[in-house]
């Protein structure tokens, strides 16, 4: 069983940075993809970015590219999702996510593990 606790969340102005944290516990085999999903009211859940964890390999939505950085420590189980520049419409709940096997692909379904997500709201 793994269990992925996010931290980080909260409101900024347009043009600010956060930094989300998705710390993992459980068997690190499950956490070899890992990855960061948002939720907008009334959307639907869209995938933001991806990485292999322990080979540093990284992907990204193009809404996102340029302005979110996806990173991790491994020593600590954790990944990061730092976040820069800011828009409303960046406005979302942020859920980690993580799967044994990456898929390279940001696909809910690819992903068997999910936090309960934290709230980031960009106001303009």
């Known amino acids: 069983q793994v269990q992925l606790v996010e931290s980080g969340g909260g409101s900024v102005q347009a043009g600010g940075s956060l930094r989300l944290s998705c710390a993992a516990f459980?068997?690190?085999?499950?956490?070899?993809?890992m990855g960061w999903f948002r939720q907008a009211p009334g959307k639907e859940r869209e995938g933001v970015a991806a990485?292999?964890?322990?080979?540093?390999?990284?992907i990204y939505a193009d809404s996102v590219k340029g302005r979110f950085t996806i990173s991790q420590d491994n020593a600590k189980n954790t990944v990061y999702l730092q976040m820069n520049s800011l828009k409303p419409e960046d406005t979302a709940m942020y859920y980690c996510?993580?799967?044994?096997?990456?898929?390279?692909?940001?696909?809910?379904?690819?992903?068997?593990?999910w936090g309960q997500g934290t709230q980031v709201t960009v106001s303009s």
């Open positions: 990485t292999i964890t322990g080979g540093g390999s990284t």
């Open positions: 996510a993580a799967d044994p096997v990456p898929s390279w692909r940001l696909r809910e379904a690819d992903f068997g593990y």
């Open positions: 459980g068997y690190s085999y499950s956490t070899n993809y």
